[in-house]
């Protein structure tokens, strides 16, 4: 039965992969980069135990926290540069 | 009582495995970046619970149990604080979502 969710996640890691790929804004890619993180926590999750390799799930807890950090710091760095750009509307209460 | 708990594992395990594929697809065929998101973060709480709870029950009462919870409890903290950053960014740069038959783009100027 873990076979099922491990190819379950395989598919929808190469489906973030396409939307990463050709996603129209910058935030759709990192949208699918998001998705992808956490499909790779669940996909370590789940071989760790396919394999009855245990010690697997302390890369998926690290990897769950690297992907969060990654995620918000990508996200900080385009807010400053669109607040730097001259927004188009600043909310006034914002300003970091 | 194992087969039980095999048996809840495995609907666990296969509901998990439905609600990530699902997600998958809804993120790379919604029209736009905000239905997109919504596909996604419900792949990142609803499929990540039901996978992780499953491998737990399979596991029993041993440490891997423990950082599965560990795990789980991240990722339920991170994944909406990432989805709300990544939608407020979204909306602070001028992406507005669209109502109805708005055109994209027309309201942000």
Same mark, same amino acid.
């Given at each position: 039965?873990?076979?099922?969710?491990?190819?379950?996640?395989?598919?929808? =890691?190469?489906?973030?992969?396409?939307? %990463?790929?050709?996603? $129209?804004?910058?935030? /759709?890619? @990192?949208?699918?980069?998001?998705?992808?993180?956490?499909?790779?926590?669940? *996909?370590?999750?789940?071989?760790?135990?396919?394999?009855?390799?245990? /010690? *697997?799930? /302390?890369? %998926? +807890?690290?990897?769950? +926290?690297?992907?969060?950090?990654?995620?918000?710091?990508? @996200?900080?760095?385009?807010?400053?540069?669109?607040?730097?750009?001259?927004?188009?509307?600043?909310? #006034?209460?914002?300003?970091? | 009582?194992?087969?039980?708990?095999?048996?809840?594992?495995?609907?666990?395990?296969?509901?998990?495995?439905?609600?990530? *594929?699902?997600?998958?697809?809804?993120?790379?065929?919604?029209?736009?970046?905000?239905?997109?998101?919504?596909?996604?973060?419900?792949? /990142?709480? =609803?499929?990540?619970? @039901?996978?992780?709870?499953?491998?737990?029950?399979?596991?029993? +009462?041993?440490?891997?149990?423990?950082?599965?919870?560990?795990?789980?409890?991240?990722? @339920?903290?991170?994944? $909406?604080?990432?989805?709300?950053?990544?939608? &407020?960014?979204?909306?602070?740069?001028? +992406?507005?979502?669209?109502?109805?038959?708005?055109? $994209?783009? #027309? %309201? &942000?100027?």
């Amino acid at each position: 039965m873990y076979y099922a969710v491990t190819i379950a996640t395989l598919i929808t =890691m190469g489906l973030a992969l396409v939307r %990463a790929l050709l996603g $129209p804004s910058i935030y /759709d890619r @990192l949208l699918a980069a998001n998705m992808f993180g956490t499909k790779t926590v669940l *996909f370590l999750s789940v071989v760790a135990f396919l394999y009855g390799r245990p /010690d *697997f799930l /302390d890369l %998926a +807890l690290v990897y769950a +926290l690297i992907n969060f950090i990654g995620v918000i710091a990508v @996200l900080e760095f385009i807010r400053e540069r669109v607040d730097n750009n001259g927004a188009k509307k600043n909310t #006034g209460e914002q300003n970091s | 009582m194992t087969t039980v708990i095999d048996i809840l594992s495995w609907v666990f395990l296969t509901g998990g495995g439905l609600f990530v *594929f699902i997600g998958g697809l809804g993120a790379l065929r919604m029209p736009n970046l905000y239905t997109r998101m919504h596909a996604a973060s419900l792949t /990142d709480t =609803m499929g990540a619970v @039901l996978v992780l709870v499953g491998i737990m029950l399979q596991a029993g +009462l041993t440490l891997a149990t423990i950082k599965l919870a560990a795990i789980l409890l991240f990722l @339920l903290l991170t994944s $909406p604080t990432a989805s709300n950053a990544l939608a &407020s960014a979204a909306i602070l740069s001028g +992406l507005q979502p669209q109502e109805g038959t708005v055109r $994209p783009g #027309g %309201a &942000s100027e």
